[in-house]
């Protein structure tokens, strides 16, 4: 294997799980292998569970099917999604880790504009283990990349920045477009490589995608649910994004920052966008409401852990946006059963949830 | 004349003013002939006014030495620096034009990734003249920009999104730092070239440069005022950052939007850091009460034009500035100076501030 002579020091080897939800044999880890296999994979397998997935050999990995997941949570199962990709935040409720990275099994290792291929993992890690500044804006970017710093003007009270939360990845090639924007620009691909990451400012809501996201569970992990989708839902491929709306609140409330930018992967296939548009058209349509509600959205003080925010937020949803369509009361409860769900499998680690992160290793 | 085979097409012609504040011949000139030439200067000369600038040959200017201000202001001429880079908003008041172009005369063309020339100014005019993006991150940046697009989870009533008032370029080179960082850092030069314009959020601030900015002169013109420094003042080197918290304030009250990122310009001298650490230590110190200030700033409804909202700020400056150094009663009653001072010039023009702008000719 020509990939294994440039194996690079694995970061956060013991304290980072892969977590990929996936239909299909796992041949995409090959262009992978350098990078993953000194980390533990977990695999969380939509679909039919009698269906067999192969795994290529050399990686440490633990596969969760529905079966599993059924046994697993109990009737509480009922929160995780069958057939989206939602179903990965099973995932990150067994994990024992500090640290998570996502990614879509149709993705695969992008590279710099020398030609390079991007070890998106390590920048993610360098993301996550670096601080934020949600609090004020850095023209130059992030102040705490090589070669780069704080500019004239800027608070020095706020040098020291915030714990870092959450490190969203982007996409060269195929970019995550709604199926409108598919339909209407089918031949579309990013080719920009754009050399920043960027912490998105306290109070300002973006687009959270799923393909290519990095956290830090210890932080944020309880607010990583990605919904109710799929198989007997109105709705799909609002999973990251609802989580992202719901993360980013949370975050702003608890002082953390949200990283965004760099790593970027190759994303390889679109995805058909009829069969999206018949996923998405009720989310396009209710995001209108969405985004005012998360906008105004406001936690008391009182909620000082995740978990307190957010069943504290899946009370505002059913109250508010309930209104809106029924789904969102079910989508409420399915939040709080979420919560119950995260704290028995993760009794004793999470009351540790509020402790900041930051320090490297 | 090798540069003049280049000329390219310019934009908003007879739209645009190129405001320099200069104390020296303007050589530099020669380096933008290709992109400048065309246009119509505005150099503010600061300190002795017996001296000569000389400009090259071939370009349209006017220019305005300290006599050249007290004569057209009166009395008003107390509110424009003098032995500061802050003179340079004379040029802003007195142009007739719809849009404006500033730059210091250390700043150089520089070059892209491929080695190609940057015309930084026909990237501030497509920066002005397509919509910001200030309620809602894109996380691939410029969603107007040839290539890219909003993303999925993008509110589709945001996507027209606002009218631009402002347009923050960068610098390659000699990074834009105070002096602490300067002193920190002698050697640290801005080799990054980061691809992207993006609109900075509602509701956050940044440290504006004046070195390298483009603006709307009809909507935000009499927000851009750059305070009270140099000669007299306790400070120095705060005037970009002072009208760049004020236009901000202002541009979210008003629904614009202020962009950054592209272009770059090529700054090629580091200022004296033990020279700019007497300038600025004291807006170092007060920053720190000026950040939450702005911050927490809100303007009432009632303010519908720009003048009423700088006017109202000025007032709040008072208020609550005023106790943290008596510099700031000065400065606010400066300001009501400036929008005195201003309306006295544009008096039939100013009257349609209002109007959106962002309709590309």
Same mark, same amino acid.
């Given at each position: 294997?020509?990939?294994?002579?440039?194996?690079?020091?694995?970061?956060?080897?013991?304290?980072?799980?892969?977590?990929?939800?996936?239909?299909?044999?796992?041949?995409?880890?090959?262009?992978?292998?350098?990078?993953?296999?000194?980390?533990?994979?977990?695999?969380?397998?939509?679909?039919?569970?009698?269906?067999?997935?192969?795994?290529?050999?050399?990686?440490?990995?633990?596969?969760?099917?529905?079966?599993?997941?059924?046994?697993?949570?109990?009737?509480? =199962?009922?929160?995780?999604?069958?057939?989206?990709?939602?179903?990965?935040?099973?995932?990150?409720?067994? !994990?024992?880790?500090?640290?998570?990275?996502?990614?879509?099994?149709?993705?695969?290792?992008?590279?710099?504009?020398?030609?390079?291929?991007?070890?998106?993992?390590?920048?993610?890690?360098?993301?996550?283990?670096?601080? !934020?500044?949600?609090?004020?804006?850095?023209?130059?970017?992030?102040?705490?990349?090589?070669?780069?710093?704080?500019?004239?003007?800027?608070?020095?009270?706020?040098?020291?920045?915030?714990?870092?939360?959450?490190?969203?990845?982007?996409?060269?090639?195929?970019?995550?477009?709604? =199926?409108?924007?598919?339909?209407?620009?089918?031949?579309?691909?990013?080719?920009?490589?754009?050399?920043?990451?960027?912490?998105?400012?306290?109070?300002?809501?973006?687009?959270?995608?799923?393909?290519?996201?990095?956290?830090?569970?210890?932080?944020?992990?309880? =607010?990583?649910?990605?919904?109710?989708?799929?198989?007997?839902?109105?709705?799909?491929?609002?999973?990251?994004?609802?989580?992202?709306?719901?993360?980013?609140?949370?975050?702003?409330?608890?002082?953390?920052?949200?990283?965004?930018?760099?790593?970027?992967?190759?994303?390889?296939?679109?995805?058909?966008?009829?069969?999206?548009?018949?996923?998405?058209?009720?989310?396009?349509?209710?995001?209108?409401?969405?985004?005012?509600?998360?906008?105004?959205?406001?936690?008391?003080?009182?909620?000082?852990?995740?978990?307190?925010?957010?069943?504290?937020?899946?009370?505002?949803?059913?109250?508010?946006?309930?209104?809106?369509?029924?789904?969102?009361?079910?989508?409420?409860?399915?939040?709080?059963?979420?919560?119950?769900?995260?704290?028995?499998?993760? !009794?004793?680690?999470?009351?540790?949830?509020?402790?900041?992160?930051?320090?490297?290793?």
């Amino acid at each position: 294997m020509a990939g294994s002579a440039i194996k690079p020091t694995p970061l956060l080897k013991d304290e980072l799980d892969i977590v990929i939800p996936t239909i299909r044999n796992l041949d995409f880890l090959e262009m992978w292998r350098p990078f993953f296999e000194q980390y533990h994979l977990i695999i969380v397998q939509d679909g039919d569970p009698s269906k067999t997935i192969k795994v290529p050999d050399g990686f440490d990995y633990e596969l969760y099917n529905r079966n599993d997941i059924n046994r697993i949570l109990g009737p509480k =199962a009922s929160c995780i999604s069958f057939k989206d990709s939602a179903c990965r935040c099973f995932g990150y409720m067994v !994990s024992k880790k500090k640290y998570i990275y996502t990614i879509d099994d149709d993705c695969f290792v992008a590279k710099n504009p020398s030609g390079e291929q991007i070890n998106a993992l390590e920048q993610h890690i360098k993301n996550l283990l670096s601080p !934020s500044t949600p609090y004020f804006f850095n023209t130059l970017y992030d102040p705490y990349r090589e070669g780069a710093d704080f500019v004239r003007g800027y608070p020095f009270s706020l040098r020291e920045g915030a714990a870092t939360a959450v490190s969203h990845g982007l996409w060269l090639n195929i970019p995550d477009y709604d =199926a409108p924007t598919q339909l209407v620009k089918p031949l579309e691909r990013n080719k920009r490589y754009v050399d920043a990451v960027l912490t998105v400012p306290k109070g300002t809501l973006f687009p959270m995608c799923g393909m290519n996201l990095a956290f830090n569970r210890e932080l944020i992990g309880p =607010a990583m649910y990605f919904g109710l989708m799929g198989d007997g839902q109105p709705i799909g491929r609002y999973d990251d994004m609802w989580a992202g709306w719901c993360m980013k609140v949370i975050c702003d409330h608890m002082g953390w920052g949200v990283k965004t930018g760099l790593p970027y992967i190759w994303h390889s296939k679109a995805s058909n966008p009829f069969v999206n548009l018949k996923k998405e058209y009720r989310g396009i349509y209710w995001q209108e409401d969405l985004i005012p509600f998360f906008q105004a959205a406001v936690l008391p003080k009182e909620c000082v852990t995740v978990q307190q925010c957010y069943i504290e937020l899946a009370k505002q949803v059913k109250e508010k946006l309930g209104k809106v369509d029924p789904y969102f009361i079910k989508l409420a409860d399915a939040m709080v059963t979420w919560i119950e769900a995260w704290d028995g499998l993760n !009794s004793s680690e999470e009351k540790s949830s509020k402790q900041p992160n930051g320090t490297a290793k």
